[in-house]
């Protein structure tokens, strides 16, 4: 069978580092850094303060110079000692020792990524998933080692596999998420969905081009609108959408088509390119052929365990599989807590509360994926968790569904 698009796009290839950071996990999944003042913290977002760099016999921090010794203690943790004194849970040196895990860092400063990510629009975080995780994932999204496995969509992702909220809790990706939108309240607008892309068939139904939530631009039924006006908010940003790659992302298995660049425009990607809204139609390739996938369209490749962030303005569509090998992603859609949500995290949540996977990842993981996930109406009445109202909805007589993202 012959390739069942033409490989056209300029292509971006996202290389796995040969060298890269380490962060130093308290046993809550906080990290080991330096404050503003120099001084050993335990701190709970992954910036430049929390970034070492491993050398003989332990630690170098790298915006400060100061070094940590390690010992290795059980099961790969590490007990550190800073200027002759044992390093504690908080950070503070003389304190009761604490087993300290190293946890694979980014290949660069995450303020150097966010420079990246603000200058462009997008930002790879490449394989910075460990292997671990990675293979969960794999067996979640049955691709890999696990290809004969099939994804069970009737189960929330997160409730399949700890390496799915792990992976969603990914520090780095978060901090720079944050920073890119302008506030430390973001949201998942649904819970975490695995997209799994098997070989073309040369005739199935494709993605055309579009803006991702909560833009919506190309998919919305009118065609040019989407759920936020094309207006111009300036450095105002709506949405971020995270893709993590659960295996490489290749121009030839489908990785994502994008006009990077194109969030600046605060419009819609142009009709003749395949809008997808058209190819949401039931046989419209089979009549029309397949949306654009020219030169003026870029591929992103990276590898396994990559974390991709873009705005979700960036003009965008699926490519096609032309290999045997699945290929898939978590997709999320990042909101700042104002925006309604495409989908209710809160009960994916409470599902995930009661399954096994919440017992196995840390607090800081928990407290990110609570934060993530629960919608609050914060007033007089103080901060108010939301989830659906079944009754007003059956009332509402609107509950058509809204599919996946
Ligand atoms: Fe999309």
Same mark, same amino acid.
């Given at each position: 069978m012959p390739p069942p698009e033409p490989l056209r796009e300029n292509v971006v290839r996202v290389e796995a580092p040969g060298h890269r950071f380490t962060l130093l996990a308290t046993p809550g999944g906080d990290f080991l850094g330096a404050d503003d003042a120099g001084d050993l913290a335990v701190l709970r977002e992954a910036d430049d303060r929390v970034v070492w760099e491993e050398i003989a016999g332990g630690y170098r921090h790298v915006g400060t110079g100061q070094h940590v010794e390690a010992k290795a203690g059980a099961s790969g943790d590490r007990l550190l000692t800073w200027r002759g004194h044992a390093v504690g849970g908080d950070g503070c040196p003389g304190a009761r020792p604490t087993p300290f895990r190293p946890?694979?860092?980014?290949? !660069?400063?995450?303020?150097? *990524?966010?420079r990246t990510f603000r200058e462009r629009g997008w930002v790879c975080l490449p394989a910075v998933l460990d292997a671990d995780t990675v293979d969960g994932l794999q067996r979640v999204a049955g691709c890999g080692p696990w290809s004969a496995r099939t994804h069970d969509r009737g189960v929330s992702a997160l409730d399949q596999h700890a390496a799915v909220a792990r992976a969603s809790a990914e520090p780095v990706s978060l901090w720079l998420t944050r920073r890119y939108m302008g506030t430390d309240e973001i #949201?998942?607008?649904?819970?975490?969905?695995?997209?799994?892309?098997?070989?073309?068939? /040369?005739?199935?139904?494709?993605?055309?081009?579009?803006?991702?939530?909560? *833009?919506l631009w190309g998919i919305?039924? #009118?065609?040019?609108?989407? !759920?936020?006006?094309?207006?111009?908010? /300036?450095?105002?940003?709506?949405?971020?959408?995270?893709?993590?790659?659960?295996?490489?992302?290749? !121009?030839?298995?489908?990785?994502? $088509?994008?006009?990077?660049?194109?969030? $600046? $425009?605060?419009? /819609?990607?142009?009709?003749?390119?395949?809008?997808?809204?058209?190819?949401?139609?039931?046989?419209?390739?089979? $009549?029309?052929?397949?949306? *654009?996938?020219?030169p003026d369209a870029d591929v992103i490749e990276a590898?396994?365990?990559?974390?991709?962030?873009?705005?979700? #303005?960036?003009?965008?569509?699926?490519?096609?599989?032309?290999?045997?090998?699945? #290929?898939?992603?978590?997709?999320?859609?990042?909101?700042?807590?104002?925006?309604?949500?495409f989908a209710d995290s809160g009960a994916a949540f409470k599902t995930f509360l009661a399954s096994s996977p919440w017992t196995e990842i840390t607090d800081r993981e928990r407290r990110e994926l609570e934060s993530l996930l629960v919608y609050e109406i914060v007033g007089p009445r103080g901060r108010q968790a939301i989830t659906v109202d079944r009754e007003l909805t059956e009332r509402r007589g609107v509950n058509a569904g809204t599919g996946a993202p």
């Open positions: 946890v694979r860092g980014p290949d !660069r400063l995450p303020s150097e *990524y966010l #949201r998942f607008a649904h819970p975490p969905s695995f997209a799994v892309l098997d070989r073309d068939d /040369g005739e199935r139904d494709v993605q055309g081009w579009h803006s991702d939530f909560p *833009y919305d039924r #009118r065609v040019g609108a989407g !759920r936020i006006p094309e207006l111009r908010t /300036g450095d105002m940003v709506l949405g971020v959408q995270r893709n993590i790659c659960v295996t490489d992302f290749t !121009r030839g298995n489908g990785a994502t $088509r994008f006009k990077l660049g194109s969030h $600046r $425009r605060n419009e /819609g990607p142009p009709p003749d390119w395949g809008l997808g809204v058209d190819f949401a139609r039931p046989g419209h390739r089979k $009549r029309h052929g397949l949306p *654009y996938g020219g590898p396994a365990g990559s974390v991709l962030l873009f705005d979700a #303005r960036t003009w965008h569509r699926a490519g096609l599989n032309a290999t045997d090998g699945k #290929r898939a992603a978590i997709l999320q859609a990042v909101t700042p807590p104002w925006i309604m949500p």
